[in-house]
């Protein structure tokens, strides 16, 4: 790969008060304008900035903190988080409306190998968030060693033509002193515009990033209208939800191995008892967890059903805080054998988005 020593890095920490930065005009200042003018000064009103807008991939191996990234980036939540790889199985777009324009990041599945067809269309997000953004930011994870999977992404961006940002996620957990050298070893490999350490979980440097990247999106008017935060649909939210939860509890092949798919969502009035005549929303919702084996059925339901109980609760909390009232949500369990290669039970997943 091209040797490129205009990479840019962005120190880890924040410059200390006081300290090397750009110190900020002092008493200069004062003696700059003298009151000369007699004639009057006709002022025009500072020219508006150009609102800029653009779609910023965010991709990067598994696990590295991409929909951490994007989460921190919106403000809230909007993609599922967990700690197993592979969590994320389409693109979701997170939009950030600010005072200088529009970026619309895209998280995306994990950059890996894919070996089912849920994979296989897992990567052809990424493949296509590649191609349409404006700018890519390269996630990393400052704690895992490089191996054969960052040789895969970066044999995956070689087909990038936009500016690529080297994040180098997770720096809160890591000492200083290890990111010079994952800085170094990278800035060799890839012509990155810009190399910054950041943490999505604590939004250190955060800030920057997305400086930087407004810096350099094109010029042009806003995609979204300004309350407009992602592009997936509530039912696909409630589903990644219960995903997320089951991910919290199970191990081994079943992370991989479970979808979630929502039946129905049913919302009713019905009548208030704490207000005499009046009536209160509660919504109904039914979902599937599929997995693949009966033996995985039956951990997922656990001991007289205790595991599908717990994640039904953790489920229907964060919806109902979500939607702002009662919640009733009905889990069922169902095998479906090699649903990962079923385009069908992959279509009626990924529908659920629209
Ligand atoms: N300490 C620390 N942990 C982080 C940070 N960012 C993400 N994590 C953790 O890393 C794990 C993976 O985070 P995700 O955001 O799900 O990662 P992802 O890149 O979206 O993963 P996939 O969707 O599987 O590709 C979670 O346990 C996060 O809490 C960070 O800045 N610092
Ligand atoms: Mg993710």
Same mark, same amino acid.
């Given at each position: 790969?091209?040797?490129?020593?205009?990479?840019?890095t #962005?120190?880890?920490?924040?410059a200390?008060?006081?300290?090397k930065?750009?110190?900020?005009a002092?008493?200069k200042?004062?003696?700059?304008?003298?009151p000369t003018?007699?004639?009057?000064?006709?002022?025009?009103p500072?020219a508006k900035?150009?609102?800029?807008?653009g +779609?910023v991939a965010?991709?990067?191996?598994?696990?590295?903190?991409k929909?951490?990234?994007l989460?921190?980036? $919106?403000g809230?939540k909007?993609?599922?988080v967990?700690?197993?790889?592979q969590?994320?199985?389409i693109?979701?777009l997170?939009?950030?409306t600010?005072e200088?324009?529009q970026i619309?990041f #895209?998280d995306n599945p994990g %950059?890996?190998?894919?070996l089912h067809t849920?994979? !296989?269309?897992?990567?052809?997000? #990424?493949?296509s968030?590649?191609e349409?953004?404006?700018?890519?930011c &390269?996630l990393i994870?400052?704690?895992? !060693?490089f191996g054969?999977?960052d040789e895969?992404v970066l044999?995956?961006l070689?087909?990038?033509?936009?500016p690529?940002?080297?994040?180098?996620n997770?720096v809160d957990?890591v000492r200083k002193?290890?990111v010079l050298p994952?800085?170094?070893? +990278?800035?060799?490999?890839?012509?990155?515009?810009? $190399?910054?350490? %950041?943490s999505?979980? !604590?939004?250190?440097n955060?800030? %920057?990033?997305?400086r &930087?990247?407004l810096?350099?999106?094109?010029?042009?008017? !806003?995609?979204y209208?300004d309350?407009?935060?992602?592009? /997936?649909?509530?039912r696909?939210l409630f589903?990644e939800?219960v995903?997320e939860?089951?991910?919290? +509890?199970v191990?081994?092949?079943?992370?991989?191995a479970t979808?979630? +798919?929502i039946?129905? $969502?049913?919302?009713?009035? /019905?009548?208030?008892?704490k207000?005499?005549g009046?009536?209160r929303?509660?919504?109904y919702i039914?979902a599937?967890?599929?997995?693949?084996?009966d033996n995985?059925?039956?951990?997922?339901i656990?001991r007289?059903?205790s595991?599908?109980? /717990?994640?039904? $609760?953790e489920?229907? /909390?964060?919806?109902a805080?979500y939607?702002g009232h009662?919640v009733?949500l009905?889990?069922q369990?169902?095998v479906?054998?090699?649903w990962?290669?079923?385009?069908a039970v992959?279509?009626?997943i990924e529908?659920q988005k629209?």
């Amino acid at each position: 790969m091209p040797k490129d020593l205009k990479t840019k890095t #962005v120190e880890a920490a924040p410059a200390k008060p006081g300290g090397k930065g750009r110190k900020a005009a002092g008493p200069k200042a004062k003696t700059a304008a003298k009151p000369t003018a007699k004639k009057p000064v006709r002022t025009k009103p500072p020219a508006k900035p150009a609102c800029r807008t653009g +779609y910023v991939a965010l991709v990067g191996r598994p696990n590295t903190g991409k929909s951490t990234l994007l989460n921190a980036l $919106i403000g809230q939540k909007v993609a599922i988080v967990s700690d197993k790889p592979q969590t994320t199985r389409i693109s979701i777009l997170g939009i950030k409306t600010t005072e200088r324009g529009q970026i619309v990041f #895209v998280d995306n599945p994990g %950059i890996h190998r894919p070996l089912h067809t849920l994979n !296989k269309r897992m990567m052809n997000f #990424v493949y296509s968030a590649l191609e349409t953004s404006d700018a890519v930011c &390269l996630l990393i994870d400052a704690t895992q !060693k490089f191996g054969h999977g960052d040789e895969f992404v970066l044999e995956t961006l070689g087909r990038v033509k936009t500016p690529v940002f080297l994040l180098i996620n997770k720096v809160d957990i890591v000492r200083k002193d290890k990111v010079l050298p994952i800085i170094d070893h +990278y800035k060799d490999l890839f012509p990155f515009r810009e $190399i910054i350490p %950041i943490s999505a979980l !604590k939004g250190v440097n955060l800030d %920057i990033l997305e400086r &930087l990247i407004l810096d350099l999106l094109p010029e042009a008017p !806003k995609l979204y209208s300004d309350d407009e935060i992602s592009d /997936q649909s509530e039912r696909f939210l409630f589903a990644e939800i219960v995903r997320e939860k089951v991910l919290r +509890y199970v191990t081994e092949e079943l992370p991989f191995a479970t979808a979630v +798919y929502i039946e129905s $969502i049913e919302r009713k009035e /019905q009548p208030d008892w704490k207000k005499a005549g009046e009536t209160r929303p509660v919504t109904y919702i039914r979902a599937s967890i599929f997995v693949e084996r009966d033996n995985h059925r039956k951990i997922v339901i656990g001991r007289h059903g205790s595991l599908v109980k /717990q994640i039904g $609760i953790e489920a229907r /909390q964060e919806i109902a805080e979500y939607i702002g009232h009662k919640v009733f949500l009905d889990l069922q369990v169902r095998v479906r054998e090699r649903w990962r290669d079923s385009e069908a039970v992959l279509d009626l997943i990924e529908g659920q988005k629209a």
